[in-house]
Each structure stands twice: as C-alpha cells, then as structure tokens.
C-alpha cells in the first residue's frame, strides 16, 4: 500500500517519532494528515491537521475517528514508558496498569474506532509502533516492557482478523530512538525519522513486520535459540 494519496491518522503526534510519521506522510504524498495530539493548542506542522484524542479516553477516541471518517491509514505510535526500581517494587501492578492503558488498550480502543471506517474505505491498513524490549525485559523496565509485549499480542491478532476486510497491519519493532521519551538515557539511538522512513518502506512492500535497527533485528534472531537475548541481556551477562 502507498501513503501518497492516502489519508493518515497519527496518534502520539505532537513530537517524536509520531510528528516523523506524520511529516514524512506528507512528504511523500498523502492527500491529507491528522496529528492526533492531547491538545491542540500551539501545534503548528504546516500542512498537518491536528485532532485531539486521549487514546485512554473512549469517547475522546470516539470523537475523533467521527471527525476524521475518511482515514484509511492509522498509525498508533502514542505510548509512554516510565523508569522503575524493578519488578518487586510496590508500585508495580499500578505502574503497569497504567502503562497498559495507554501502551495495549490504547492500540484496542484505536483499533475499536477505527476498523469500520478503515473497511468502508477500501480496508487501507494500520501501523503500530512497538519496541525490541517485546522480546526481552529488565528489572527497570519491566511494566514498560510487559505493555509492549501485551501490545505485540494484540497487534498479532488485530493483523488476523483485520484480514477479513482488506486491511493490513503492520507492527514495527525498534530499540532506542532519539526522542524525548529517552533522554538521560546513554546508549546509541536512532533518529525518529528512520523509524518512519522503514515503517513506510515496509508497507509499501507489503511487510507484516518490520525492524527499524541493527540491534532489535539481532533480538529478534535469538528468541528460537537456546540462549536468547532475554535471559543474559548485557547489563545482566
């Protein structure tokens, strides 16, 4: 499928990898592009139109796949992730609860709202952003990690029943990306562009999957080995 002439949906889209997505969409064609942002309010990417969504917010979800009915390519990239003591620490279950809400039933609550309107379009397709911390966790990350492994679930089975009305999706898998989600963080990262430059190569070629970097790839290699990534990352070994 190819973005030009298209029409994007972009959630997370006030800065990061999702204003990426959505400037490279218009960049390559796309005949109109929605930035879904909290607030509206000082957004200014000329060209883009922002719509206010809450993706932990069912009506606000709601109103803005009503306002926006002719998307036929949604891209659900809005996710958080915060820094633990580790899996035994008090706040645990909370803490993943939360990141779950936006991180998993977020891509659900898109998904939801967005389907019928993909289907009468043509079917179209939807992306979701995920991460190489999918296929491996740490203590300081660990609800974080467990978001985005339920996220990588749910995406496996949108995929399956997506397919009955012609619509693609694709999952994009990817290690640290320079973005304000990551800083403090001293590791190589890459630019928020290249993850939506690959996600929409991938598309267009038809990819069901896609993994943006050197090190996800490498990850993602290991988990049918007997020593898989997971149980001696390096902080670990």
Same mark, same amino acid.
């Given at each position: 499928?190819?973005?030009?002439?298209?029409?994007?949906? =972009?959630?997370?889209?006030?800065?990061?990898?999702?204003?990426?997505?959505?400037?490279?969409?218009?960049?390559?064609?796309?005949?109109?592009?929605?930035?879904?942002?909290? +607030?509206?309010?000082?957004? +200014?990417?000329?060209?883009?139109?922002?719509?206010?969504? /809450? $993706?932990? /917010?069912?009506?606000? =979800?709601?109103?803005?796949?009503?306002?926006?009915?002719?998307?036929?390519?949604?891209?659900?990239?809005?996710?958080?992730?915060?820094?633990?003591?580790?899996?035994?620490?008090?706040?645990?279950?909370?803490?993943?609860?939360?990141?779950?809400?936006?991180?998993?039933?977020?891509?659900?609550?898109?998904?939801?709202?967005?389907?019928?309107?993909?289907?009468?379009?043509?079917?179209?397709?939807?992306?979701? $952003?995920?991460? /190489?911390?999918?296929?491996?966790?740490?203590?300081?990350?660990?609800?974080?990690?467990?978001?985005?492994?339920?996220?990588?679930?749910?995406? +496996?089975?949108?995929?399956?029943?997506?397919?009955?009305?012609?619509?693609?999706?694709?999952?994009?898998? =990817?290690?640290?990306?320079?973005? /304000?989600?990551?800083?403090?963080?001293?590791?190589?990262?890459?630019?928020?562009?290249?993850?939506?430059?690959?996600?929409?190569?991938?598309?267009?070629?038809?990819?069901?999957? $896609?993994?943006?970097?050197?090190?996800?790839?490498?990850?993602?290699?290991?988990?049918?080995?007997?020593?898989?990534?997971?149980?001696?990352?390096?902080?670990?070994?």
């Amino acid at each position: 499928m190819n973005i030009a002439g298209s029409v994007v949906f =972009v959630t997370g889209a006030n800065r990061g990898i999702g204003l990426a997505f959505a400037k490279l969409a218009l960049a390559k064609g796309a005949s109109k592009v929605y930035a879904g942002v909290r +607030n509206v309010e000082g957004f +200014n990417a000329s060209g883009i139109i922002p719509v206010q969504i /809450d $993706v932990t /917010d069912e009506a606000s =979800v709601a109103a803005a796949a009503k306002l926006c009915q002719d998307t036929n390519v949604l891209i659900n990239n809005a996710g958080i992730g915060i820094v633990q003591d580790g899996v035994l620490a008090s706040n645990m279950i909370e803490l993943s609860r939360h990141l779950m809400d936006t991180n998993t039933f977020g891509i659900v609550r898109t998904g939801q709202a967005f389907a019928p309107i993909l289907a009468a379009n043509g079917g179209g397709a939807v992306i979701n $952003v995920l991460s /190489d911390v999918t296929w491996f966790s740490l203590p300081t990350i660990a609800a974080y990690a467990a978001s985005k492994a339920a996220a990588w679930s749910v995406t +496996n089975a949108l995929r399956l029943e997506l397919r009955a009305q012609q619509t693609h999706v694709l999952a994009v898998h =990817v290690g640290f990306v320079d973005t /304000d989600l990551t800083q403090g963080f001293d590791v190589p990262k890459i630019e928020a562009h290249e993850v939506a430059r690959a996600a929409y190569e991938g598309l267009e070629e038809g990819a069901l999957e $896609v993994l943006v970097d050197e090190g996800t790839q490498f990850i993602k290699t290991t988990l049918s080995q007997t020593e898989a990534f997971y149980f001696n990352p390096p902080q670990f070994a």
